[in-house]
Structure formats: structure tokens, C-alpha cells
T-cell receptor, first 117, second 111 residues
Framework: EADIYQTPRYLVIGTGKKITLECSQTMGHDKMYWYQQDPGMELHLIHYSYGVNSTEKGDLSSESTVSRIRTEHFPLTLESARPSHTSQYLCASSEGPRLGQFNSPLHFGNGTRLTVT | GQQLNQSPQSMFIQEGEDVSMNCTSS?????WLWYKQDPGEGPVLLIA?????ELTSNGRLTAQFGITRKDSFLNISASIPSDVGIYFCAGRFGYGQNFVFGPGTRLSVLP
């Protein structure tokens, strides 16, 4: 069973607010990811990290930023939320990319459902 | 970029029936993953496949890594109501590359 936690589960905020979505994992995984998903739709990778002090942009352009100061923690920040940011945000982690761990599957948290009014 | 197609997009079946869905790619993949997502939850890993031709089971679920390495199949036997959800496939075409996700197959089970 994967141990990856996201808070808050639900968040409703007004336009222009700064928010940080939290993600923590207790498995010691090096790789962590953020996906954006509209309800019932496909997942889009917005950020990922290979390890501490490593962050990369994903396939989908996003106005959010991430940081990776500790292995277990990968927060996502929106400096100024807009209604177009309304979506579900899923955090995931996997082992690797050390030798022998290239094929490790992703383990997901339960997501944060964000609504910007 | 890499794209995955899943079929069918949605399906309605009777409880007790078997289910079959597939995932195809225009590129050769070296890893296939199958996930199930319940409403409001994160995807949960069902089966991981690492070798062409590999057939792996997890309870009533069986998945296969296509021999061409461009497709994968997921079968569910004797469906039950809790099988309802969205099933996503994900594939990776190179070591160290990120996974690409399909658009999902929505499964409804009628009592």
C-alpha cells in the first residue's frame, strides 16, 4: 500500500488568492509528480522531480510552481488563483531513477479538488 | 507527443459478465500500467507489465503486454458492482521517461 498524502482534499478560494497544495510521501521515493485532471478526464503531467532540488515542467503548461527541498515533500503553489485553475490535482511518486528502478510504477495520492470562484 | 488510445470509451455491463478493454499506442512501449479510479479519489495501481507477451493476474483481473509492444489488454472476470469506475492505462516508451496516460474507459455495472 502506497503512503502518499495530499492536503487539503477540497479547497474553495476566491480569485487572486495564493494557495499551496501539499503532498508528502513516506516511502523514500525519489521521483514525484503533479498531475492535473478535470473530472473523469485524462491526467496531464504539470510538474515532476527526480529528487531534492530537482524540478521540471511537464507536458501541460501550468502557471503553478513546485519545490523539492526534502525528499518526502513536493508542494505545488499557485501565486494568484483563477477560475481556469479549477480542477483536481493529483500527486504521485515512484522509485528511481536509480539503476534497476527505471520501471517503477506511480503511486497516487487521493487528490485535491480545487475550486476557484 | 506520445498518445494512447483506449477502447471502449465507456461500457455498460450486467453484473457477472466478463469485461475486456484495451489500450493502443503508435509507439513501442517498454512498460504498461493499469489503474482504476473511483470518483473523487486518486488512481490505484491494478497491474504492472514489463515484458512483451507478459500475462499477469490480480484476482479477477488479468492484463497482457501485447507482443507488438504497442498495446495492452485488461480483462475483468465476473464483474461486481464495485468494479465501477474509470480504468486508465499508462505506458512508457523509454527507461527514465515519464508515463503517458490514456483517456480512460468508464465502466458501469448494472445489477
Amino acid at each position: 500500500e502506497a503512503d502518499i498524502y495530499q492536503t487539503p482534499r477540497y479547497l474553495v478560494i476566491g480569485t487572486g488568492k495564493k494557495i499551496t497544495l501539499e503532498c508528502s510521501q513516506t516511502m523514500g521515493h525519489d521521483k514525484m509528480y503533479w498531475y492535473q485532471q478535470d473530472p473523469g478526464m485524462e491526467l496531464h503531467l504539470i510538474h515532476y522531480s527526480y529528487g531534492v532540488n530537482s524540478t521540471e515542467k511537464g507536458d501541460l503548461s501550468s502557471e503553478s510552481t513546485v519545490s523539492r527541498i526534502r525528499t518526502e515533500h513536493f508542494p505545488l503553489t499557485l501565486e494568484s488563483a483563477r477560475p481556469s485553475h479549477t480542477s483536481q490535482y493529483l500527486c504521485a511518486s515512484s522509485e528511481g531513477p536509480r539503476l534497476g528502478q527505471f520501471n517503477s510504477p506511480l503511486h497516487f495520492g487521493n487528490g485535491t479538488r480545487l475550486t476557484v470562484t | 507527443g506520445q498518445q494512447l488510445n483506449q477502447s471502449p470509451q465507456s461500457m455498460f455491463i450486467q453484473e457477472g459478465e466478463d469485461v475486456s478493454m484495451n489500450c493502443t499506442s503508435s509507439s513501442i512501449f517498454n512498460t504498461w500500467l493499469w489503474y482504476k479510479q473511483d470518483p473523487g479519489e486518486g488512481p490505484v495501481l491494478l497491474i504492472a507489465l514489463y515484458k512483451a507477451g507478459e500475462l499477469t493476474s490480480n484476482g479477477r483481473l488479468t492484463a497482457q503486454f501485447g507482443i507488438t509492444r504497442k498495446d495492452s489488454f485488461l480483462n475483468i472476470s465476473a464483474s461486481i458492482p464495485s468494479d465501477v469506475g474509470i480504468y486508465f492505462c499508462a505506458g512508457r516508451f523509454g527507461y527514465g521517461q515519464n508515463f503517458v496516460f490514456g483517456p480512460g474507459t468508464r465502466l458501469s455495472v448494472l445489477p
